[in-house]
């Protein structure tokens, strides 16, 4: 069903509504479907078609991206961050990356609240993360679909000595087109809007699009519905007779509860994220990192110290505009575009945010802690000694203060210790959000119960990586939708009701 | 400098704010395609911004930018459009300064110690390279297929 054909007042009943269709909704959706309950998925963005995605990434962001890809948070260091906006969300526009939740990560939640142990054994964890795996298909990058920007990651990481490998990825047939953030044009990406939310669809579900849900309808404390205005300008009120399933991510569903007064808690505190930052540079055969898997080689090997690297494909503008030039300079490197590699270092920073509810817009502010910034510099100087081992004749760090361009790894070296301290001296987008209701047995702790109930509003769920405690240092998809798995099992199964 | 940079900035922002309620004036027009078109010059072999057709980009853009990016490219336009009249060597709006001080503004433009300034620049930059690369005829020059609904036409092509 399209929202964009409600024009008039929709009522609608069911047992679970869902908010948002991403990975989170997505995933609670079919185990509820599966389960028997009547399920209404709701997704803000449009239900887009596989073979109408545009092969140029401005019109990919300006129909399926949040904000068109402009949406900014503040702080010391002003950085983009993308979401996606479309049935399916961020699957259907991100780089189908999938990470197991990693063992220390789930250890250090335990250890600050044991409760969650208790009410998200590993075991369940592991058993669900096995079950997604087999259903998206998630097998690492063939090597002849990687092309040359992920090949050249992996004789630089080789030279280097650090730990490597082929990106595990949700794909089936994929043939590197390099255009898996403007939408895959042939449906190789599984993404939950053919894989996930169909299943669910196959056994009852609905998935209204286009309709931006605003109200939580609370009756005698237990959540009772949503309300939400559709785009062609109607309004769609769902009485949803067992519960209601935030999913909307860590951005939209703290706001989402801030607007309709449901502040218990630390919700909108402790957003956390992966800022990240890129390196380009310059190799004598072409590279073309607009072809190939758009992500498809990483290096793991720091991932411990909070850093984790990985190949960076993308729409042949988005390349242009990292370029460091401007002008008559800009055009003419432009020219040989296609001889530059571009990598990128993903932090697991410490430092800690808050999302807010002014004008009825999410706001964000971020500011990264100095550690973050060490933890960067330490990226940078990594991404580009990679870079110029795999054969780079230079490399533009693109970091404001610091050499245009070095062709020396000892002189990339010395970045770690020359870099600038200053995060706006970095060009960096943030990606993977996290922990803006997070779990915790302590209600002064936590928006929600380890077991997704919210510890105010019987029968609301959170289902999204707000309720992870903290990031996770790796691409959270596949956590995301192990979790929001097993909180549908909890709500099927009728825990706490 | 910083005075004269603040100064501008809250012009601009008084100027942008009031007419991003509105389309594009034709003025502002000039002026956003005097930087966009100098961000990304031809050189007779290869075309430049101002060589391609964009009408399907902008109407992209009139359809689908949220107020964040119309403020953030207008903002840039204006601040960017009269902040060489402070910059020794230009002392002109940009869109009166000829194609040699352009450059040469824009260079310094985007290395500036400013952060702000920097950050307009990269918005100049960014919106001149989606343009440049929506565009069918340009993406075939890169090998890449259009398959596309957008752009697919160079109007000196």
């Known amino acids: ?42 997704e803000e963005g449009p239900f887009a078609r596989f073979r ?8 990919a962001m300006a129909k399926f991206y949040r904000d068109m890809g402009a949406s900014v948070l503040m702080g010391n260091a002003p950085m983009p961050f993308l979401q996606g906006r479309a049935v399916g969300g961020g699957s259907v526009i991100n780089g189908a990356i999938s990470w197991r939740l990693p063992r220390d990560v789930y250890d250090e939640w335990v250890l600050n609240d044991p409760a969650i142990g208790d009410a998200i054994p590993w075991d369940e964890i592991d058993a669900a993360t096995d079950e997604i795996e087999k259903d998206l298909n998630v097998l690492p990058t063939d090597d002849a679909v990687a092309g040359p920007n992920n090949l050249l990651m992996a004789k630089g990481a080789e030279a280097l000595g650090l730990e490597h490998r082929r990106i595990s990825r949700y794909t089936r047939g994929c043939r590197g087109l390099g255009r ?29 699009s286009s309709v931006e849900v605003g109200g939580i309808l609370v009756r005698d404390g237990r959540a009772a519905g949503i309300v939400g205005r559709a785009s062609g300008g109607g309004t ?52 073309r990192v607009w072809t190939g898997a758009t992500q498809g080689h990483e290096v793991t090997g720091m991932r411990k110290e909070g850093l984790k690297f990985e190949a960076l494909g993308y729409d042949i503008a988005v390349a242009a505009a990292r370029l460091k030039s401007a002008g008559r300079a800009f055009a003419e490197e432009i020219r040989a575009l296609d001889h530059w590699a571009a990598w990128g270092a993903c932090v697991r920073a410490k430092g800690r945010g808050r999302v807010g ?65 200053d995060p706006r001296a970095y060009t960096m987008v943030l990606t993977h959000m996290f922990g803006t209701c997070r779990m915790g047995a302590d209600p002064s702790k936590g928006v929600v119960r380890p077991d997704f109930r919210h510890h105010a509003v019987d029968g609301l769920y959170v289902a999204d990586s707000s309720v992870f405690p903290t990031n996770t240092g790796v691409n959270p998809q596949t956590s995301i939708m192990a979790l929001a798995t097993i909180c549908g099992r909890r709500i099927a199964a009728g825990t706490g009701q | 400098m910083l005075l004269l940079l603040s100064a501008i900035f809250v012009i601009t922002l008084v100027s942008v704010l009031g007419y991003s309620m509105v389309g594009w004036a034709p003025f502002e027009m000039r002026w956003r395609d005097a930087l966009l078109g100098a961000m990304l010059p031809g050189d007779g072999d290869r075309p430049g911004f101002d060589d391609i057709d964009l009408r399907e ?51 310094a433009a985007s290395s500036s110690r400013f ?42 092509g």
């Open chain 1, 180 to 208: 898996c953030l403007q939408g895959c044009p042939e449906g190789n990406r599984l993404s939950m809007d053919l894989t996930y939310l169909a299943d669910a669809c196959a056994h009852g579900a609905r998935v209204l």
């Open chain 1, 1 to 42: 069903m399209d929202g964009a054909a409600v024009r008039g007042r929709e009522k609608l009943a069911c047992d679970v509504a869902v908010v948002g269709s991403g990975p989170a909704g997505a995933s609670a959706a079919r185990v509820l479907a599966r389960a028997g309950a009547r399920v209404i998925v709701f």
């Open chain 1, 236 to 287: 769609v009120t769902c009485e949803a007779g067992r519960a209601v399933v935030l999913a909307a991510s860590a951005v939209q569903t703290p706001v989402l509860l801030m607007k309709n007064g449901l502040r218990h808690g630390p919700v909108g505190l402790g957003f956390q994220g992966h800022p990240g930052t890129s390196m380009i540079g310059w190799f004598g055969d072409p590279v």
């Open chain 2, 115 to 156: 952060y702000l300034v920097r950050q307009l620049m990269m918005t100049v930059k960014t919106f001149a390279a989606f343009g440049y690369f929506s565009n069918g005829v340009v993406r075939g020059l890169f090998g890449i297929p259009s398959g596309t609904p957008g752009p697919t036409t160079w109007s000196n």
């Open chain 2, 57 to 107: 980009f902008w109407a992209i853009y009139d359809t689908h930018a949220p107020p964040l990016v119309r403020i953030g490219l207008r903002a840039a336009t204006w601040f960017l459009t009269f902040l060489p009249l402070f910059v020794s060597g230009c002392r002109k709006p940009f869109f009166r300064l000829d194609a040699d001080r352009r450059d040469r503004f824009l260079r």
């Open chain 1, 52 to 59: 109408d995605f545009p092969s140029d990434g401005f019109t």
């Open chain 1, 357 to 421: 509810a002014g004008f009825g817009r999410a706001s964000v502010r971020f500011s990264l802690l100095p550690e973050d910034v060490f933890r960067l510099r330490r990226g940078v100087r990594v991404l580009g000694e990679m870079m110029l081992a795999a054969g780079a004749e230079f490399v533009t760090p693109g970091v404001h203060g610091w050499h245009d361009k070095v062709a020396q790894r000892a002189v990339m070296a010395r970045f770690e210790e020359e870099g600038p301290l």
